[in-house]
């Protein structure tokens, strides 16, 4: 058996790859840059771009499955950059499937298609999709998975759409980063009244209800279905980063500001950026500024009855993890 990884060289991709690989299934991965190490592990690299269809296709001949994670991400940039990733990507990746006769592919998708601004607490896939986007990245990843979905039953092809919500874990380039570094300059401020609980989600479950689906798929079970997949037990944001910002010995968040003042300072400064035509993303946006003060998590009891979804990796033992990870390769010093 193989699999095709879209996207195989980056944070979810790797783990996902190592999964598969624990399983004995030939894992071939279609990324931009060459991955040496991967290579090294017996993993087949195809170098390449989701925009260019006959890539696509060649990339997923002779595979079983396709795993298509590859997409742009963010929350600023031209909707145009992010519908040719995120849409036109996405299209090309199941027309492969198509043309390569390929039965099973599970899709990246994102707990944003749902976004409309509006707190989150405990809903679950029933929910529609969003309509006050505020940002290219929910809008075209909630399109990219409606047509994915569309395609389940066509030429035997069966679908499933994994919606993880702010996935970290060891090598994670965004989330922890972005926090670590912006609370050592101490540009860090608690959006709103500081109690909104949220979702997370470590890459190692993540990339386990990748796996799941792809079971699912294979005993004809849930096909055309979206499911949202977290550590099932949502944290206070703020504790949370705070937590994890005391334990680097980083000054903990006390500063505040209004949700009101926060979504006011998002839209300054997106019409300055947009004004300007500045590409670097805004300290600020409306989207970053609801996402920080609002509650949104999820009930994935559909994963866990359709799926079997369970929890390989804790929150508490993720973070630790992490934690002795970041301290082996990094030097610590304390921002007080």
């Known amino acids: 058996m193989r699999a095709l990884i879209t996207g195989g060289g980056g944070f979810l991709g790797r783990y996902i ?13 279609l990324c931009r840059s060459t991955q040496d190490d991967l290579v090294n592990q017996g993993v ?35 909707e145009i950059d992010y519908f040719n990733a995120n849409v036109v990507g996405t299209r090309n990746v199941f027309n492969a499937c198509h ?3 390929i039965k099973y592919l599970v899709h990246t998708s994102t707990p944003s298609v749902v976004f409309s601004g509006k707190a989150i607490s405990g809903e679950d896939e029933e929910m529609p999709y969003g309509e006050n986007w505020l940002c290219a990245y929910a809008k075209t990843k909630a399109q990219a998975e409606k047509e ?4 389940n039953g066509r030429n035997g092809l069966k679908v499933i759409a994994i919606r993880p919500h702010l996935i970290w874990g060891v090598g994670d380039p965004h989330l922890f980063p972005r926090v670590i570094e912006r609370g050592k300059l101490g540009k860090l401020k ?93 300290l600020m946006t409306r989207f970053v500024a609801t996402e920080l003060a609002k509650d949104h998590y999820f009930n994935i009891s559909s994963a866990k009855k359709d799926l079997g979804y369970y929890l390989k990796v804790s929150t508490e033992e993720g973070l630790n993890e992490w934690v002795r990870d970041f301290e082996k390769t990094n030097s610590l010093q304390p921002n007080t």
Not at 57 to 70: G, I, P, W, Y
Not at 236 to 245: E, F, H, M
């Open 44 to 78: 087949e690299v195809v170098q390449g771009d989701i925009l260019h269809a006959g890539c696509v296709e060649t990339a997923s001949r002779d595979c079983d499955v396709v795993f298509h994670v590859a997409a742009k991400a963010g929350v600023w940039g031209r």
């Open 17 to 29: 790859v190592k999964q598969l690989l624990e399983k004995d299934i030939d894992v071939r991965i």
């Open 190 to 282: 608690i959006v709103g009244e500081g109690q909104n609980k949220v979702d997370i989600s470590h890459v190692e479950n993540v990339a386990f209800a990748h796996i799941l689906a792809m079971e699912a798929l294979m005993k004809d079970h849930a096909g055309g279905k979206a499911y949202f997949i977290s550590q099932d037990d949502p944290v206070v944001l703020w504790d949370w980063l705070n937590q994890l910002l005391q334990r680097l010995e980083i000054k903990k968040v006390e500063r505040r500001i209004s949700f009101k003042a926060a979504y006011l300072v998002g839209a300054i400064f997106e019409f300055i950026y947009k004004l300007l035509n500045k590409k670097e993303e805004p």
């Open 148 to 151: 994915v979905l569309a395609e």
């Open 99 to 101: 043309v390569n006769g």
